[in-house]
């Protein structure tokens, strides 16, 4: 009875490997001969899971702020703090020369911002000094690392915060991950009871109406789609090379399941527009696969 157990179960897994085929032989076609590395991890109705070039550490860029956000409000709810809880932030912690929304609406410094909404600059909008910001009121980078991990997610690494990336070019390899550890963290988000349902909810929302990328996972699916997702980008080499272009998020279908989907693109001397537009098409071939089943 066990061996035919096992047989069955083994028959399964080839069953739905080969139902795949057709999907990961579209993906495929995408990104062949492209100049880049692109990594693909899918888990649809929180079981199914599939993988393309998932065996390298593909540089997380400001993907690692949904893993810093999550970090920061399990913290905030383990300790009761209300996502209203001031920061001050001086004039010196809104950097010149890099990313920030916030820095160009509040130039002069020298006030106060809850978290929550330093939270929603960091998600929502990609802020790197608010990015900055939350690391120091969590005392650098380890403790997100060390929280993400007793999470079960293991092949990744988040150890720089923007400014030390921001320091050497090959800095922006310090934060890494597999496309699968990606998607795997978004579905325990999902699917586990980390946070509170309102601290939960708060982060979904905020992915929601992340700006970034529009030109990335949403780009072809349908303007209707519930879409939530955190996107990543870095500076070029003086050879031209782009270290990364990523988008991680999760997709609500119109059968009533959902998917969560990591698209990584690595070390690339194709265009930012091409960059985008593989991404896109892989969201896209997901979403058409997905949709009816």
Not at 14 to 33: D, H, R, V
Not at 96 to 108: F, H, I, K, Q
Not at 126 to 133: P, V, W, Y
Request: net charge positive.
């Amino acid at each position: 009875m066990k061996t035919s157990f096992i047989l069955f179960y083994v028959f399964l897994l080839g069953s739905f490997a080969f139902c795949q085929k057709p999907l990961e032989k579209t993906i495929n076609s995408i990104i062949k001969n492209k100049k880049a590395t692109v990594g693909v991890a899918v888990i649809y109705d929180g079981k199914d899971t599939l993988t393309v070039n998932n065996n390298y550490h593909y540089p997380t860029m400001s993907v690692f702020k949904f893993h810093q956000s999550l970090a920061v409000l399990d913290y905030m709810d383990k300790n009761l703090l209300p996502l209203e809880t001031p920061l001050f932030l001086k004039k010196s912690d809104l950097r010149p020369n890099t990313y920030s929304p916030l820095r160009d609406e509040r130039p002069e410094g020298n006030f106060s911002i809850s978290i929550g909404e330093l939270v929603k600059y960091t998600v929502t909008k990609s802020d790197n000094n608010t990015s900055n910001a939350l690391f120091h009121y969590m005392s650098g980078t380890r403790m997100t690392d060390l929280y993400i991990r007793t999470l079960g997610i293991k092949d990744f690494a988040i150890t720089a915060t923007e400014a030390e990336m921001s320091e050497d070019f090959n800095n922006q390899y310090l934060n890494w991950t597999t496309p699968l550890a990606a998607a795997r963290l978004l579905e325990v988000f999902l699917k586990d009871d980390l946070v509170s349902k309102d601290t939960r909810d708060f982060l979904v929302n905020a992915m929601v109406q992340t700006t970034t990328g529009p030109d990335k996972l949403k780009a072809l699916l349908p303007a209707t789609t519930k879409i939530g997702h955190k996107t990543g980008s870095s500076a070029r080499s003086k050879e031209g090379l782009k270290v990364a272009d990523n988008d991680i998020g999760f997709v609500a279908l119109p059968n009533g399941k959902q998917y969560s989907i990591a698209v990584f693109v690595m070390n690339s001397m194709e265009s930012d527009k091409t960059n985008a537009r593989i991404i896109a098409d892989i969201s896209k071939a997901v979403y058409d696969f997905y949709k009816n089943k």
